[in-house]
């Protein structure tokens, strides 16, 4: 070693290298396909995304290679350098994640103070760039030729983020959400890419306002930069991208498995909740109009005076009984919670709030005061435990009114002062030990719907509903999310596709944008696609602001109603698919809609589709997103497809041109896959279904199909039921593989193009017999 100071210390997986300047680097070996890297910069060092020691015990090795030290696993190589470059290779040697040589070159912009002013007369926005010396630190890492990049939430934009950049920092964006908008109001810092077609993921657990340039300074790097914390990302490892994004949420957790009628259709405006009689009117229209659905949100209307935890009765005479009317009709509330609680001595939440301490300060002591609905609010201190417990202790007089979850909102956390942000050196807690705003912004949502998460399960022991519009790096083990105030313009319902297939490639497998499009007035067209384009999307709620164009179903003419219906009818068949596709994600980890790349990373094909998802392995959506089109071309991936509608069939790896009048949503199938069809319902009942029909596409197909009691956690305990469809040779073989949860189908139902074969439960074998087919 030419260098005495260049050396390291292996100890337990941590390989700590001390280098002849700057600090000491340490790489964690989490497991094979996992490592961190670590530069203490002094700040804290624990984690709101990985909870729980997630080191697995992982045979590797360290090597003094004289110029380099060499760490290396059965899937990852890291070669350290003495300058302190680290570039890690997967066990081929194939370069993965390789630190950049340069410097910056950054992008001249001819702008100087006087020029600023002149373009900002005109109310353009001039927005400061990230410099080297605006951060704590800058990492570069090379990037190639072909470089793409996924992941990062639910940004703006397109499905491969090369070439943009992006900020994390939690905000309310009330403004179009356009390519050029960097951050919206979730922050999850992973990012996957595929280097010459290799497969990586890194994830940068840092919670202050960082920074991502994806190849749009330059075509040699990308790079990272955050204003504090420590350097802390996780090199993720994996034979195909499927695997990377397992490895990260193996780290920052699964989403859970949700109850079954959350997969039904949801009716939201704000507006609604003025009074009983109105979210009455509302669910009389759905049964008038023969319209399945299984919630209606509340939106802020029915707390007395925007204050949280209230329910004002002056509008709903008796809530508590109200709630239960509705459920007798099938139909559960979901009522939104602020995150700023009301300045009133006289309101109890916030006494006790402020005799307990527990809302944010200011520097001097003094509680900040901001101004969210009910004007002067005061802030949770999430980062407290003791604040979370409070908050969810408070959460059960939701649940002991009957609503069905907690809608979470304004948690980035906005405000109506201080340019919508509170000011980043407010005093926060992070545990025990005082911080900054600065620090715990990001994960300020994240914790509300952790609060929301543990007070819901607690007052009712069954899978929490709770829907954030903030979210962090695994807030998803809490909380279903929207991706917040879109717009009724084409070009949102364009980026629907690519921000829940982002979101689902970062951890978050239950989504759902608003349909119809939150702002501005929609059109009978495009409410017509996006209730098409979301038949499959997890979360499907219609939403959309006051004084906004009505635009439930039967707002416009008899043609949209009758669509509408025709896809929630669909979405309601499809039902057990999309919660067999739940339970797997809860054990694989991937989402359960997701981009083509995601299956087929090799087909450069789908390294850009942006119009077009998966949902599970099987179903193929190719929405239109375009105003006036009635045909679009369709990419269908390697393999055989059949077109859900007349099942013409196609060979993949092919483009091909469909027909999609107004009434048609492109819907393919893999060929020789069996699909669960659900009965016709107007509510996903509480009481297990008593027959299920399974659908044959192509000649033959196995299924495993899952089956427990949609509602509480006993299937943790095994409580719960497969069944395995097989068909092959034209045989039928229907087999209860598991039987743990009482109930069964007493009839199943396979049909295929020729048959319609019908089994019946035999309670004596404990399995079916065949009893007619036709
Ligand atoms: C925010 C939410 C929106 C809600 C409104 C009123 O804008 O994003 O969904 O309707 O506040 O509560």
Redesign the pocket.
């Known amino acids: 070693m030419n260098n005495q100071k260049f050396g390291y210390q292996d100890d337990n997986q941590k390989i700590t290298l001390d280098f002849a300047t700057g600090k000491e680097i340490i790489l964690n070996i989490i497991t094979p396909e996992i490592i961190e890297v670590f530069e203490d910069h002094g700040c804290a060092t624990n984690s709101y995304a990985i909870e729980g020691n997630k080191k697995q015990p992982t045979d590797y090795t360290v090597t003094d290679c004289g110029d380099h030290i060499e760490v290396q696993t059965t899937a990852l190589i890291g070669k350290v350098y003495p300058d302190r470059k680290i570039d890690f290779y997967d066990a081929q040697n194939h370069p993965l994640v390789l630190d950049y040589r340069g410097e910056r070159q950054m992008l001249p912009t001819d702008m100087d103070d006087e020029h600023r002013n002149t373009v900002m007369s005109e109310g353009h926005a001039v927005h400061a760039k990230a410099t080297p010396d605006n951060v704590n630190f800058e990492i570069l890492k090379s990037l190639a030729k072909d470089e793409v990049f996924y992941g990062l939430g639910g940004k703006t934009g397109f499905l491969n983020k090369r070439g943009y950049e992006y900020d994390n920092w939690n905000t ?1 964006v ?1 403004v179009l959400h356009n390519d050029s908008q960097t951050h919206l ?1 979730k922050s999850i810092p992973v990012v996957y890419g595929m280097k010459n077609g290799y497969p990586y993921g890194l994830f940068f657990d840092d919670t202050y306002k960082s920074h991502f340039d994806l190849g749009k300074e330059s075509d040699n790097y990308y790079f990272y930069s955050a204003v504090g914390g420590n350097v802390d990302y996780y090199v993720l490892g994996g034979q195909t991208l499927q695997a990377v994004v397992a490895n990260y949420t193996y780290l920052t957790g699964r989403t859970p498995l949700p109850q079954k009628w959350m997969l039904g259709y949801q009716q ?3 507006g609604y909740s003025i009074s009983d009689t109105r979210v009455e009117d509302i669910a009389d229209k759905f049964a008038e109009y023969d319209l399945p659905l299984d919630v209606i949100h509340l ?2 209307d029915y707390m007395r005076g925007y204050r949280d935890f209230t329910w004002d009765t002056t509008k709903f005479t008796d809530p508590e009984a109200f709630v239960q009317k509705m459920r007798e009709r099938g139909i559960r509330l979901m009522p ?1 919670l ?1 995150a700023g609680v009301k300045v009133d001595d006289k309101y109890d939440i916030y006494k006790e709030g402020m005799a307990k301490g527990y809302f944010v300060t200011n520097p001097d002591g003094s509680v900040y005061i901001g101004s969210v ?1 009910p004007g002067d609010s005061v802030f949770p201190d999430f980062g407290n435990p003791d604040v979370r417990a409070w908050w969810a202790k408070h959460i059960k007089f939701f649940a002991d009114m009957g609503a069905c979850g907690i ?1 979470n ?2 948690d980035e956390p ?1 405000n109506f002062r201080a340019k919508g942000q509170l000011p980043d050196d407010l005093v926060f807690h992070n545990g025990q030990e005082k911080t900054t705003h600065a620090k715990m912004h990001n994960v300020f949502g994240h914790l509300q719907s952790q609060a929301a998460y543990e007070g819901m399960k607690a007052a009712t022991q069954q899978r929490p509903y709770i829907i954030s ?1 903030a979210a962090y790096a695994g807030t998803q083990k809490y909380s279903t999310v ?1 991706t ?2 879109n717009a009724a313009v084409w070009s949102h319902l364009q980026l629907a596709i690519p921000q829940l297939n982002g979101l689902g490639m970062s951890g978050f497998a239950f989504a759902g944008t ?1 349909i119809g499009g ?1 702002q501005e007035d929609t059109t009978p067209e495009l409410l017509t696609r996006w209730v098409e384009a979301s038949v499959l999307v997890p979360l499907m709620r219609n ?4 004084g906004s164009r009505y635009q439930e179903p039967w707002s416009f003419d008899q043609q949209t109603l009758d669509i509408y219906r025709k896809y929630l009818n669909l979405r309601y068949r499809l039902i057990p698919y999309l919660y067999d596709q739940f339970h797997q994600a809860e054990t694989s980890g991937l989402p359960v809609m997701r981009p083509l790349v995601l299956n087929y990373p090799q087909d450069r094909e789908t390294w850009n589709l942006n119009d077009q998802y998966l949902v599970g392995d099987n179903i193929l959506v190719a929405p239109i997103v375009n105003q006036g089109a009635t045909k679009r071309m369709v990419y269908l991936p390697a393999g055989e497809w059949v077109d859900f509608w007349n099942n013409t069939e196609y060979a993949g790896q092919r483009y091909v041109m469909v027909d999609a009048p107004l009434d048609t949503l492109p819907l393919f199938v893999r060929k020789d896959t069996i699909i669960p069809w659900g009965n016709k319902v107007m509510h996903v009942s509480d009481e297990p279904e008593k027959m299920m029909t399974f659908k044959v596409y192509g000649n033959q197909g196995t299924y495993c199909h899952y089956q427990d009691n949609g509602q509480d956690f006993k299937y943790q305990q095994g409580e719960f039921n497969e069944y395995v469809i097989n068909v092959a040779n034209d045989q039928i073989e229907v087999r209860l593989q598991k039987h743990d949860f009482k109930p069964v189908y007493q009839h199943i139902v396979v049909e295929t193009a020729t048959k319609h074969a019908k089994f019946t439960f035999d309670s004596e074998s404990d399995q079916y017999r065949q009893v007619e087919t036709n």
């Open positions: 309310d009330p109001y939201s405006r704000w939106d802020i939104i602020d609905w809608w909102d304004m906005a519009r929207w917040g105030d608003d939150f939403h959309s602001i006051l």
